[in-house]
């Protein structure tokens, strides 16, 4: 690429530069193109979770393979994503985005054809390596956009996904259960225009990559490195206890109501929607209220205040479990966000390596989450994960142990 210094009279005379944004101010085009794939991305993959019950019945798996299906899908969207994470900080890759989009799609269609177990765990290995690809990058997509407001844009491209997340029962209870499993083909359209948009993002990204500045947060003042890495560890065990918890109901909650309070599937595919919708309304609260009163008292609120209602469900007649579940998803996903722009903070420069970590964190402890507690179902019953799983929020009580922040610095610039 030429460097050279181009004199002032060589630029006027030469054509119309192209518009380089503020970056003082969120890019909302751009964040809301990448949450609007991140939408189409996760709400493909929530609907290998929302279809359980039908691969359960149709290749007759106990819950210890339900969980292998969902821990081969969180283990390949975990474990590539801190090093392409890595990658990317080194050299910027935009069009990894459809690259990832193109893994999601190949899993799809393999999912809708599968004739046996094995085949299934091909499937949800693919899906899970195309969001291992497309997370660390758009997650520095959206903070390139994010013009200082840092907690906003992460909230923004989460709730992309969330919502996503929350579509997918929904659209399995109304195509997929009265078709069959054959029509979650039909869903590689939705795969097809996430690739489209994607290619946009990537031009943009790439366009962008020399002239763009990117707030950049201040790093915790005066932590040596082992503080740091204190506190990371802190962050990793609120990951842990928060996904764990969630890998109860994103996994088995259609199982635990119709086997507690004799629902029909749609019925309980119903309840799974209104849950991950929960989930999605609060994950667009985190960020930007992390932005103004700190990312500490967020990720306290968050973590720790959602245990009442999660030591009331296993208790609860079937009207109050909807009402708890809705609750406990719109405290516990606020968290996501600040403890992301936390550990950002605490390792500024390092964006898409935070990122691949935490997401990859995120489904990793997902994925062993819904392992484990698969086999606890298996020989104690789906009532004794749900009342096991109503302590780990305590665990927010280390949050304690997190330094506190320094304020960011709006004014303070840095290339991605």
Same mark, same amino acid.
């Given at each position: 690429?030429?460097?050279?210094?181009?004199?002032?009279?060589?630029?006027?005379?030469?054509?119309?530069?192209?518009?380089?944004?503020?970056?003082?101010?969120?890019?909302?085009?751009?964040?809301?193109?990448?949450?609007?794939?991140?939408?189409?991305?996760?709400?493909?993959?929530?609907?290998?979770?929302?279809?359980?019950?039908?691969?359960?019945?149709?290749?007759?798996?106990?819950?210890?393979?339900?969980?292998?299906?969902?821990?081969?899908?969180?283990?390949?969207?975990?474990?590539?994503?801190?090093?392409?994470?890595?990658?990317?900080?080194?050299?910027?890759?935009?069009?990894?985005?459809?690259?990832?989009?193109?893994?999601?799609?190949?899993?799809?269609?393999?999912?809708?054809?599968?004739?046996?177990?094995?085949?299934?765990?091909?499937?949800?290995?693919?899906?899970?390596?195309?969001?291992?690809?497309?997370?660390?990058?758009?997650?520095?997509?959206?903070?390139?956009?994010?013009?200082?407001?840092?907690?906003?844009?992460?909230?923004?491209?989460?709730?992309?996904?969330?919502?996503?997340?929350?579509?997918?029962?929904?659209?399995?209870?109304?195509?997929?259960?009265?078709?069959?499993?054959?029509?979650?083909?039909?869903?590689?359209?939705?795969?097809?225009?996430?690739?489209?948009?994607?290619?946009?993002?990537?031009?943009?990204?790439?366009?962008?990559?020399?002239? *763009?500045?990117?707030?950049?947060?201040?790093?915790?003042? !005066? &932590?040596?490195? %082992?503080?740091?890495?204190?506190?990371? #560890? =802190? +962050?990793?065990?609120?990951?842990?206890?928060?996904?764990?918890?969630?890998?109860?109901?994103?996994?088995?909650?259609?199982?635990?109501?119709?086997?507690?309070?004799?629902?029909?599937?749609?019925?309980?595919?119903?309840?799974?929607?209104?849950?991950?919708?929960?989930?999605?309304?609060?994950?667009?609260?985190?960020?930007?209220?992390?932005?103004?009163?700190?990312?500490?008292?967020?990720?306290?609120?968050?973590?720790?205040?959602?245990?009442?209602?999660?030591?009331?469900?296993?208790?609860?007649?079937?009207?109050?479990?909807?009402?708890?579940?809705?609750?406990?998803?719109?405290?516990?996903?606020?968290?996501?966000?600040?403890?992301?722009?936390?550990?950002?903070?605490?390792?500024?420069? *390092?964006?898409?390596?935070?990122?691949?970590?935490?997401? !990859? &964190?995120?489904? %990793?402890?997902?994925?062993?989450?819904? #392992? =484990? +507690?698969?086999?606890?179902?298996?020989?104690?019953?789906?009532?004794?994960?749900?009342?096991?799983?109503?302590?780990?929020?305590?665990?927010?009580?280390?949050?304690?142990?997190?330094?506190?922040?320094?304020?960011?610095?709006?004014?303070?610039?840095?290339?991605?």
């Amino acid at each position: 690429m030429d460097t050279r210094v181009v004199p002032a009279a060589e630029v006027a005379s030469a054509a119309p530069p192209v518009a380089v944004p503020d970056p003082s101010r969120p890019v909302f085009a751009v964040l809301g193109a990448i949450s609007f794939a991140h939408l189409l991305n996760d709400m493909i993959q929530s609907l290998i979770l929302a279809i359980y019950p039908l691969l359960k019945s149709g290749f007759g798996l106990s819950f210890g393979q339900i969980g292998l299906i969902t821990l081969t899908y969180q283990l390949t969207a975990s474990l590539l994503q801190p090093m392409v994470g890595m990658a990317a900080d080194r050299r910027p890759m935009p069009y990894s985005l459809p690259v990832g989009m193109g893994f999601t799609l190949c899993g799809l269609l393999l999912l809708a054809d599968a004739s046996e177990f094995s085949t299934l765990l091909l499937a949800a290995a693919l899906v899970g390596t195309g969001s291992s690809v497309f997370h660390p990058e758009s997650s520095r997509v959206a903070r390139a956009a994010s013009g200082g407001r840092l907690g906003l844009a992460q909230s923004l491209f989460q709730v992309g996904g969330n919502a996503g997340a929350s579509l997918g029962p929904l659209l399995a209870a109304w195509i997929i259960v009265p078709h069959g499993r054959g029509s979650v083909a039909w869903f590689a359209l939705a795969a097809l225009l996430a690739l489209a948009v994607l290619v946009r993002v990537g031009r943009w990204y790439r366009d962008h990559q020399i002239t *763009r500045r990117v707030l950049a947060a201040a790093p915790v003042a !005066g &932590l040596p490195r %082992g503080k740091v890495a204190g506190a990371i #560890a =802190v +962050l990793v065990l609120l990951v842990f206890s928060k996904y764990f918890y969630l890998a109860s109901i994103s996994s088995y909650y259609t199982f635990y109501l119709i086997h507690t309070f004799g629902v029909s599937v749609q019925n309980a595919q119903t309840h799974l929607f209104v849950f991950l919708f929960a989930v999605a309304a609060g994950s667009l609260i985190g960020g930007p209220v992390g932005d103004r009163i700190g990312r500490k008292r967020v990720i306290w609120v968050s973590i720790l205040g959602v245990a009442p209602f999660t030591l009331l469900l296993p208790h609860a007649s079937l009207f109050w479990t909807g009402v708890l579940s809705v609750a406990i998803g719109l405290v516990l996903s606020s968290a996501f966000s600040a403890i992301l722009v936390y550990a950002q903070e605490l390792i500024p420069g *390092r964006v898409g390596m935070v990122s691949g970590l935490f997401f !990859g &964190l995120a489904f %990793g402890m997902g994925g062993i989450g819904a #392992a =484990v +507690l698969g086999r606890l179902a298996d020989t104690h019953g789906i009532d004794y994960v749900y009342r096991l799983c109503a302590w780990l929020p305590l665990m927010g009580l280390i949050t304690v142990l997190l330094p506190e922040p320094g304020q960011s610095i709006r004014g303070r610039q840095a290339l991605a």
